[in-house]
């Protein structure tokens, strides 16, 4: 059974920093992985989705990397913004239907 | 190009009773997915629909049921509601032959509250 652990489970930075949201998955066959923001009571969006055969994937200040033999992704955000304040999730697909996800690292930017 | 819609957003119900959750797929998307988000938790996958069909399922108990419209439309079925549904129900379109490899797309979500 595929576990995805997401640390740190929560994060506090002063605005503009560099960061980094680490994920990790016990069963490296998987499909793809996607990361993904969730504000306060609200849906997911996604931010980026990296499949099996690639090893990173970019979207303005943020990049994701996978390394799917270690079992380990990151998502890194340059400078951040206090409207990047929100919970991170990470996701990944096994099966090809479902998506497994971890429990989110919840990060707060200070002006 | 509309994105994911789900009605209604809130909803409250009485442990017993039961609730049917909507959703509106994204258009050009023929899969659809339901997903459970207890607080502070990641989602969990209840099941999806490809075609009309049930594609898959997650470990969920057969009170949570589905149905999916020829226009890719999607209805969750809950019966029989306990305490432990509350929670955020999301739902998530994306386009493929019924499996997971392409991007998913996620509604608002509806929030249900057993009392």
């Known amino acids: 059974k595929q576990e995805v652990t997401q640390i740190p489970a929560a994060l506090s930075v002063p605005e503009g920093e560099n960061l980094v949201l680490n994920c990790s998955f016990t069963?490296?066959?998987?499909?793809?992985l996607q990361w993904f923001r969730q504000d306060p009571g609200k849906g997911l969006t996604s931010l980026l989705l990296?499949?099996?055969?690639?090893r990173e994937q970019t979207s303005g200040r943020l990049n994701a990397s996978l390394d799917k033999s270690s079992g380990r992704s990151t998502l890194y955000i340059a400078a951040s913004q206090p409207g990047d304040s929100a919970t991170y999730l990470c996701a990944v697909s096994n099966s090809g239907y479902a998506l497994n996800f971890g429990k989110g690292t919840s990060l707060l930017v200070t002006p | 190009e509309t994105g994911v819609t789900q009605s209604p957003t809130h909803l409250i119900k009485t442990r017993g009773q039961q609730v049917t959750l909507r959703c509106s797929s994204q258009s050009g998307h023929n899969t659809v997915s339901w997903y459970q988000q207890a607080l502070g938790q990641g989602p969990q996958f209840i099941f999806q629909y490809y075609r009309e069909e049930e594609n898959g399922r997650g470990n969920f108990p057969p009170r949570f049921s589905g149905l999916q419209f020829p226009n890719y439309s999607s209805e969750l079925n809950v019966n029989a509601l306990e305490l432990d549904d509350s929670a955020l129900y999301l739902c998530?379109?994306?386009?493929?032959?019924?499996?997971?490899?392409?991007?998913?797309?996620f509604g608002p979500g509806t929030r249900l509250t057993v009392l």
């Open positions: 069963d490296s066959a998987i499909y793809n």
């Open positions: 990296i499949q099996s055969s690639q």
């Open positions: 998530a379109s994306s386009h493929g032959q019924g499996r997971s490899y392409n991007e998913q797309f």
